[in-house]
């Protein structure tokens, strides 16, 4: 019996990530990191929110919902209006390399069913090592699990 698909389902969403050639030399990872390890570029798979269903056909089988916590980080040193716009518009470029991997295959490899992106909130802020440029979001997860 599959208990979830969340394992499997992170680590496919980060191998296919981690293949995708607009996101080379990106960190990207299945569980969050502090900021100490955290590299000036990084895809960060973060907490599941869930549940589980019994499906209406199937013996046993169940229906599975969840939601993974995803964050976008870029981080440059400088505090002016050209390293504002560098930021912006590479954390959003990143953050438009996850959508295109969905759209593109919202199965993941065919682990789950389907999955979207949810709910995406900005964070522009300033640290001691310069200006940081944070996207978080959900994605959405389906997948029938057999008996």
């Excluded at 589980?52 to 013996?59: D, M, N, R, T, V």
């Excluded at 169940?62 to 993974?68: I, S």
């Excluded at 390399?97 to 979207?116: C, H, I, K, W, Y």
Aim: proline share 5%; hydrophobic share 45%; no cysteine.
């Amino acid at each position: 019996m599959t208990t979830s698909s969340i394992h499997a389902f992170k680590n496919a969403l980060v191998d296919g990530l981690l293949a995708r050639p607009g996101l080379a030399g990106v960190q990207v990872v299945s569980a969050p990191l502090t900021s100490k390890d955290a590299a000036r570029e990084s895809i960060q798979l973060g907490d599941v929110d869930g549940e589980q269903e019994w499906s209406a056909l199937g013996k046993l089988a169940r229906e599975e919902r969840y939601t993974v916590d995803v964050m976008v980080w870029v981080i440059r040193p400088g505090s002016d209006e050209a390293v504002f716009r560098e930021v912006r518009g590479r954390a959003l470029a990143l953050f438009a390399e996850v959508e295109a991997f969905l759209r593109a295959d919202p199965t993941v490899g065919n682990v789950v069913r389907v999955s979207v992106i949810r709910r995406p909130e900005v964070t522009e802020g300033a640290n001691p090592e310069g200006r940081v440029y944070r996207i978080d979001f959900q994605v959405a997860v389906e997948k029938r699990l057999p008996s």
